[in-house]
C-alpha cells in the first residue's frame, strides 16, 4: 500500500533522512522506531508532503512525492501530528466534522463509530476541544482522521506523555482501527507498545534505517536494541 524508496530529505543544509527504503501492507501495523533524533518524524512528515524529499513515495501504486499535503490526504492517506494540533475553541464534534473530506457523502466512518472507539467522546460532544486531558485530545486527534476515510494513518508518538489507563487506551483503539482494515505506519517510543501490536518493524539511527523485522527478530536481536534504542 505504501512503498518508500531512497528517500531523502533536508532541513536548510541538514541532511536529515539519508536514503531510507520502507512498505506498508494492507491492513498491516508497522512501528517506525529509534531513539530523538534519528529521523522518525521527519520521515512521516516527508512522506505527507510537508518536508521536501528525493526519491520516491508510492501510496496505492501511484507516486505522491510532489504533491501537496492535502493532495495526499484526499488519496487517502492520514496523518495523526505529535502535537495533536486540534482546535480550542471548536467543540469535539466540531473538530470530528472538520476532518471530513466532504459534509455531502456519508464516509466509512460515522460520529457513531467514534464514539464507539471512544465512548468518552460522547460525553464531550458539545465541549470545546481545549478542555479535553491530553489523553482525549489524543482520541480526538485520531478519531478526526478517520472521519476523513484513510487507507492508512501515520501517528507520530500517540502515547507520549499521557497517564498508563490512557496508553492502554490508546493502544486498543489502534488495535480496533487495525481491525477494521486501516493500515497504520506507528511511531512509537514505548518498545513494549509496538512489540506487542506490530506486523513488523523498523528501526531508524542517524536517519537511516538500520534493522527491519518483526517483532520477536527485534526481541532477540540484542546488539540492535542496545545500539539505537536502549538509554
Given at each position: 500500500?505504501?512503498?518508500?524508496?531512497?528517500?531523502?530529505?533536508?532541513?536548510?543544509?541538514?541532511?536529515?533522512?539519508?536514503?531510507?527504503?520502507l512498505?506498508?501492507?494492507t491492513?498491516?501495523?508497522?512501528?517506525?522506531?529509534?531513539r530523538?533524533?534519528?529521523?522518525?518524524?521527519?520521515?512521516v512528515?516527508?512522506?505527507m508532503?510537508?518536508?521536501a524529499?528525493?526519491?520516491?513515495?508510492?501510496?496505492?501504486g501511484?507516486?505522491?512525492?510532489?504533491?501537496?499535503?492535502?493532495e495526499?490526504?484526499?488519496?487517502?492517506?492520514?496523518?495523526?501530528?505529535?502535537?495533536?494540533e486540534?482546535?480550542?475553541?471548536?467543540?469535539?464534534?466540531?473538530?470530528?466534522?472538520?476532518?471530513?473530506?466532504?459534509?455531502?457523502?456519508?464516509?466509512?466512518?460515522?460520529?457513531?463509530?467514534?464514539?464507539?472507539?471512544?465512548?468518552?467522546?460522547?460525553?464531550?460532544?458539545?465541549?470545546?476541544?481545549?478542555?479535553?486531558?491530553?489523553?482525549?485530545?489524543?482520541?480526538?486527534?485520531?478519531?478526526?482522521?478517520?472521519?476523513?476515510?484513510?487507507?492508512?494513518?501515520?501517528?507520530?508518538e500517540?502515547?507520549?506523555?499521557?497517564?498508563?489507563?490512557?496508553?492502554?487506551?490508546?493502544?486498543?483503539?489502534l488495535?480496533?482501527?487495525?481491525?477494521?482494515?486501516?493500515?497504520?505506519?506507528?511511531?512509537?517510543?514505548?518498545?513494549?507498545i509496538?512489540?506487542?501490536?506490530?506486523h513488523?518493524?523498523?528501526?531508524?539511527?542517524?536517519?537511516?534505517?538500520?534493522?527491519?523485522?518483526?517483532?520477536a527478530?527485534?526481541?532477540?536481536?540484542?546488539?540492535?536494541?542496545?545500539?539505537?534504542l536502549?538509554?
Open positions: 500500500m505504501l512503498e518508500v524508496a531512497d528517500l531523502h530529505s533536508y532541513y536548510g543544509k541538514s541532511h536529515i533522512l539519508q536514503g531510507i527504503s512498505r506498508v501492507g491492513g498491516e501495523i508497522v512501528s517506525l522506531l529509534g530523538n533524533g534519528a529521523g522518525r518524524s521527519t520521515a512528515k516527508t512522506i508532503g510537508q518536508v524529499s528525493v526519491g520516491s513515495i508510492r501510496f496505492r501511484e507516486r505522491i512525492d510532489g504533491l501537496k499535503p492535502h495526499i490526504a484526499r488519496r487517502g492517506l492520514g496523518y495523526v501530528p505529535e502535537d495533536r486540534i482546535f480550542p475553541a471548536l467543540t469535539v464534534r466540531e473538530n470530528l466534522l472538520l476532518g471530513m473530506k466532504s459534509t455531502r457523502a456519508q464516509g466509512l466512518w460515522s460520529l457513531d463509530d467514534m464514539f464507539a472507539l471512544f465512548p468518552v467522546l460522547r460525553n464531550q460532544i458539545d465541549a470545546p476541544g481545549g478542555v479535553l486531558s491530553g489523553g482525549e485530545q489524543q482520541m480526538l486527534t485520531i478519531c478526526r482522521t478517520l472521519m476523513g476515510d484513510p487507507a492508512l494513518i501515520m501517528v507520530d500517540p502515547t507520549e506523555g499521557l497517564a498508563p489507563m490512557m496508553v492502554e487506551l490508546v493502544r486498543g483503539l488495535e480496533k482501527i487495525a481491525g477494521r482494515g486501516i493500515a497504520i505506519l506507528l511511531i512509537e517510543q514505548k518498545l513494549t509496538a512489540l506487542a501490536i506490530s513488523r518493524l523498523y528501526v531508524m539511527g542517524q536517519g537511516r534505517i538500520v534493522f527491519e523485522g518483526t517483532a527478530e527485534l526481541r532477540d536481536n540484542h546488539a540492535v536494541r542496545r545500539e539505537w536502549e538509554v
